[in-house]
């Protein structure tokens, strides 16, 4: 069974520029997560999407938006890009979320 | 505000000694606890969980032990073997998403 995919695995923007990253779910999951590790302040939650809706979104400006496609796979999009988004974006997807997250290698975006 | 605590930024243990990895957390409505493993340049991977109901859940090496009048938990690895050595998240769920921790890094010495 393929895991949770990410791409692309570096991506190198300059400030004010738009990045896109994107996520495929393992097969059946209908739920993607999407996380932001920056340097020193662990996983922060950046957004939920279920069955193509946006469920929930951390405390993020919205600036960070995304959607979700009808076989389940992921965008994330960060416009105006500043240089505190360079970070690892995780994405994951569950089943059941008392079972864990299964995580993507995560994006690693860098803005200069 | 940080609603799981890891306090420990790092810890070092000899192998095949116990690692014992804490966890506090502020919130006393998080239905589960989990714990994560995470390598350079990979996702994280779930290891563990236990539901709030719970005060103990075993997996192998791995038991994790929720303490809830003190707002507590902790992951024991034992014994703990060199693949050990990585970043652990400590995690909380509540209202559909994880809330996770800054992590703490295990050192497993030879």
């Known amino acids: 069974e393929a895991g949770v995919t990410q791409s692309p695995t570096h991506l190198i923007k300059t400030r004010g520029q738009q990045a896109t990253l994107r996520c495929s779910p393992i097969s059946g999951h209908t739920s993607v997560y999407w996380y932001q590790q920056a340097l020193g302040l662990g996983l922060q939650f950046l957004l939920w999407y279920d069955e193509g809706e946006e469920r929930n979104r951390g405390n993020f400006p919205p600036r960070f938006s995304g959607r979700q496609f009808p076989n389940y796979s992921s965008e994330l999009n960060v416009n105006a890009l500043e240089l505190e988004d360079s970070a690892l974006y995780l994405c994951?997807?569950?089943?059941?979320?008392?079972?864990?997250?299964?995580f993507g290698s995560g994006t690693r975006l860098t803005v200069v | 505000d940080q609603q799981v605590k890891q306090n420990s930024p790092s810890l070092s243990v000899q192998e095949g000694r116990i690692s014992i990895l804490n966890c506090d957390y502020t919130n006393s409505m998080f239905d589960y606890f989990l714990w994560y493993k995470k390598y350079p340049a990979e996702g994280p991977t779930f290891l563990i969980s236990i539901s709030s109901i719970k005060d103990k859940n075993e997996d192998g090496r791995f038991t994790v032990f929720l303490n809830k009048s003190a707002k507590h938990l902790s992951l024991h690895i034992v014994p703990s073997q060199p693949g050990d050595s990585a970043v652990y998240f400590c995690?909380?769920?509540?209202?559909?998403?994880?809330?996770f921790g800054k992590g703490t890094r295990l050192h497993i010495l030879p």
């Open positions: 994951a997807s569950s089943s059941l979320v008392y079972h864990g997250y299964t």
């Open positions: 995690a909380a769920y509540r209202d559909d998403k994880i809330i």
